[in-house]
């Protein structure tokens, strides 16, 4: 049992002894210094494309690890994205016209007036040539000029809409 554990502290001394690396940071200033005028290069509008490049390329190489450094990573392989671009986008097709529905229509009938009487009463037309006097209740048939009770057959002449 206790050589197990003196083993397992071992493997984990001698994994996290071979993970690090002699690396420092900060850099040696000497170091700093050139990544400094590198950066200025780069950032420099009186620079050529061909120096921009050469100074990212050697940027790069600075950055690594000493035990990266002077290496290639990239395998071989152009640079690509990380997902796939999407091909040419179709353009959707143009929805073809519709044509108008017929809509059902209604109009809107002004309701009639009512009618004022000699007699003081209101006459409410009902529609078909009758009309109704609010004071009685009696059916008037409508005529030229005024209404005429079927009952009694007296005449009764209007005097135009709600006088």
């Known amino acids: 049992m206790l050589a197990r554990s003196a083993?397992?502290?071992?493997?984990?001394?001698?994994?996290?002894?071979?993970?690090?690396?002699?690396?420092?940071?900060?850099?040696?200033?000497?170091?700093?210094?050139?990544?400094?005028?590198?950066?200025?290069?780069?950032?420099?509008p009186e620079s050529t494309a061909e120096q921009r490049n050469a100074a990212r390329a050697e940027?790069?190489?600075?950055?690594?690890?000493?035990?990266?450094?002077?290496?290639?990573?990239?395998?071989?392989?152009?640079?690509?994205?990380?997902?796939?671009?999407?091909?040419?986008?179709?353009?959707?097709?143009?929805?073809?016209?519709?044509p108008d529905v017929p809509v059902a229509h209604v109009e809107v009938a002004q309701p009639p007036k009512p009618v004022?009487?000699?007699?003081?009463?209101?006459a409410v037309p009902a529609g078909n040539g009758i009309a109704i006097d609010a004071h009685t209740g009696a059916a008037l048939r409508e005529v030229p000029g005024g209404y005429v009770d079927p009952r009694t057959g007296k005449f009764t002449p209007s005097q135009g809409p709600g006088r």
């Open 59 to 98: 940027l790069v190489n600075l950055l690594k690890s000493p035990a990266g450094q002077d290496r290639d990573t990239t395998g071989g392989h152009p640079a690509r994205a990380a997902i796939q671009p999407f091909g040419s986008v179709v353009k959707p097709a143009a929805n073809p016209p519709v």
């Open 116 to 122: 004022a009487l000699p007699n003081g009463s209101v």
């Open 7 to 44: 083993a397992a502290v071992l493997a984990l001394i001698a994994g996290s002894a071979i993970a690090v690396d002699s690396t420092a940071w900060p850099p040696p200033s000497p170091i700093e210094a050139r990544m400094r005028e590198l950066q200025h290069l780069i950032t420099n």
